[in-house]
Structure formats: C-alpha cells, structure tokens
C-alpha cells in the first residue's frame, strides 16, 4: 500500500453487521446471572415470609394484651 498512490491508495470501506460484532453471547454468565437472580428471588421470599410471620406473631400479641385489658 505504501507504493500506491492518489485514488489507488483509497481504503475501500467494508460493510459489517454492527449487532453481530457488538452483541456477546456467553452462556456460562446468562446461567450465572439467572442463578444469582433466582437465589435474590428466593431471598426476597424468605424475608418477606419472615416479616410476615412477626407481622403475625405480634398481631396475636396485641389481641392477647388487648383481650387482658378488656377483662380487667
């Protein structure tokens, strides 16, 4: 290239699929991120479940001292 000259030193341009080359699919990491979300999703269960059991547990504490005051 370095001997040509004038238009024959032109660099032709070469059309290329930009999402082909941009886009990256890896397998080991979408099934690493879906088992990383499907453990914060089983998280979020558990506490939600948690905060739902005490929400209870001191509802009934409540009604007991609530039934208590009513007796006296």
Not at 6 to 30: C, M, P, W, Y
């Amino acid at each position: 290239m370095r001997v040509r000259t004038g238009k024959s030193a032109r660099l032709t341009s070469v059309d290329f699929d930009k999402r082909a080359v941009n886009t990256i699919h890896d397998a080991q990491a979408e099934a690493a991120e879906a088992k990383i979300h499907a453990e914060a999703e089983a998280d979020h269960e558990a506490a939600a479940q948690a905060e739902a059991a005490e929400a209870t547990a001191e509802t009934k504490k409540f009604e007991e001292v609530a039934k208590d005051r009513a007796n006296d």
